[in-house]
């Protein structure tokens, strides 16, 4: 609600695979990446799948947002995206049964 774009154009959210350290944090490539999305001509940036449990990721490189630890580097990205003019979304998610897990999986 009242949210003005500065154009149609929507970068859809991808599986990117690149938090280097599988700790779900933000690095530099995403700073970069969402960075001169927004600053080109996206008017709206959707940051890639962000898994909301640790044991919900498709891949242990997926970013993060189930810890208050994480929120640092997506605020910064966030910042930069609105800084270069474009807007912000992010995409929830849970890989359900196809999450890879470290451990072996729970079966009823």
Same mark, same amino acid.
């Given at each position: @609600?009242?949210?003005?774009? @500065?154009?149609?154009?929507?970068?859809?959210?991808?599986?990117?695979?690149?938090?280097?350290?599988?700790?779900?944090?933000?690095?530099?490539?995403? &700073?970069?990446?969402?960075?001169?999305? =927004?600053?080109?001509?996206?008017?709206?940036?959707?940051? +890639?799948?962000? #898994?909301?449990?640790p +044991?919900?990721?498709?891949?242990?490189? *997926?970013?993060?947002?189930?810890?208050?630890?994480?929120? +640092?580097?997506? &605020? @910064?990205?966030?910042?930069?995206?609105? *800084?270069?003019? #474009? @807007? !912000? !979304?992010?995409?929830? =998610?849970?890989?359900?049964?196809k !999450?890879?897990? +470290?451990?072996?999986?729970?079966?009823?």
């Amino acid at each position: @609600k009242d949210v003005t774009l @500065k154009n149609r154009i929507v970068m859809s959210p991808m599986c990117m695979y690149s938090s280097e350290n599988e700790d779900g944090q933000v690095t530099n490539f995403h &700073h970069v990446h969402y960075g001169t999305r =927004a600053a080109g001509q996206v008017g709206l940036v959707m940051i +890639e799948a962000t #898994a909301v449990l640790p +044991e919900g990721r498709i891949s242990n490189k *997926d970013l993060g947002i189930w810890d208050d630890i994480l929120i +640092e580097g997506l &605020h @910064k990205t966030t910042t930069f995206i609105h *800084d270069n003019g #474009a @807007k !912000a !979304a992010i995409q929830l =998610a849970h890989a359900g049964r196809k !999450a890879e897990l +470290e451990t072996d999986a729970l079966a009823p």
